[in-house]
């Protein structure tokens, strides 16, 4: 098939997203398929970018900047960025393709407008990949009232929802949140899971032997630290196992809350934990295996299901989890039914280190969680059954009518 799929992160950047969508990118290749990524970049000299990456065809189109500004500016830039890439698609030299299926990624929720677009054009589906349910999760969090705002950004997500032929959730729980969506004939509902690549071993910039945590059992945690992952109770963790000279906790990487928790830390006196860069995701299966136990935090006013794309990482590599989520989440039931670790639901930090003691000292007697991490990733999350899936549910059914991109 020729497939568009569009989104608003790829390498060269590093987050989850980008390493998710760089993944599903390379498996489309892998199966076969057409590949066109359209991103929209900032700072862009020219109208467009056009560009390969691994045998996918990747378009970049020039669009108003949404990283790092502040929020209102932030939300005028995304609203207007689907009608920039769509004026700059027009002046490139892919402007007349017409695709077997149009595939989109959210976040971000503004990209309804593109994908309805070259859906008409091409008379064909739309897959809507969900990762986030925005902004819900905001309201749940107290981030943001159910305001005039909270209205506006509804209003943009459900246009959005209404643009897909089929919508892909992360697990079954999210499925009753669009349960009225999928009343009107033609539209389908599905669990697709989250996936990861295989990673090759790059080696790591980061020796753990050569720092105050060598010889410890250690607590790794990489990836974002936002507000979403309410990471605060894993420094009060820290703090509950600070007598435990033989346990160490470790995090990796960037975001809003980063720099505020390693001052946390340091304000705290805690000689268990560090604190590094985040790194390349090449480099990632390297830490790992100098690691005992991986950390999953996600705030518990959250009322959506969500499985982190950290939680792949470390089933990819075989690591058991210590998870603090919110209450309901369909990943608990998956951490104990695999039995791949232990989860807390209660948001006690008095819990959370009773199950860390646990699992630490049941990796002395249970030499097994290995393979069992490693293959629940292999059945649930490898890219080959995202794209198969994926590729399925575009092929399913009537296509429409071509038009004329407008």
Known sequence: MRIALIADTFPPLRTSGAVQLRDLSREFVRQGHELTVMLPTAGLKTRWLLEDFEGVQVLRLRAPKTKDINY?????????????MLRNLRQSPLAQERWDGV????????????ANALKKASGCKGYLIIRDIFPEWAA????MGRGLPYKFFKAVANYQYSVADVIGVQTPGNEAYFENWRQRAGRQLEVLQNWLADAPGA???????????????????????GVAQGMGILLD?????????????????????????????????????????????????????????GLVALDPRHK??????????????????????????????????????????????????KLALELIDSLGV???????????????????????????????????TSQTLI
Not at 140 to 143: K, N, R, S, W, Y
Not at 379 to 391: C, D, G, N, S
């Open 103 to 114: 595939v989109w990624y959210a976040p971000s929720i503004f990209l309804g407008p593109i």
């Open 237 to 293: 963790l820290a703090e509950k196992l600070r007598h435990r000279t033989d346990v160490g906790f470790l995090f990796v990487g960037r975001g809003s809350d980063s720099k505020k928790l390693a001052a946390n830390a340091q304000a705290r006196g805690l000689q268990n934990v560090l604190f590094q860069d985040e790194i390349h995701p090449d480099e990632v299966p390297s830490l790992y295996a100098q690691c005992h136990i």
């Open 140 to 143: 749940d969090m107290g981030l």
């Open 304 to 353: 959506s299901h969500n499985i982190p794309g950290k939680f792949l990482t470390y089933m990819q590599s075989g690591l058991p989890v210590l998870a603090n989520i919110n209450a309901g989440n369909d990943l608990a039931g998956i951490i104990r039914h695999e039995n791949v670790g232990c989860v807390s639901e209660d948001g006690s930090a008095d819990t959370l280190a």
């Open 72 to 84: 209102v500016q932030r939300t005028i830039n995304e609203f207007l960025m689907p009608f920039a």
């Open 203 to 225: 080696g790591c910039s980061i020796d753990i032997g050569k720092t105050p945590l060598a010889g410890c059992k250690v607590f790794v945690y990489a990836g974002n630290m």
């Open 366 to 400: 249970d030499d097994g969680y290995r393979v069992r991490c490693i293959t629940l990733y292999s059945r649930l999350f490898a890219p080959e059954t995202a794209v198969k899936q994926i590729v399925a549910a575009l092929n399913a059914g009537h296509l429409k």
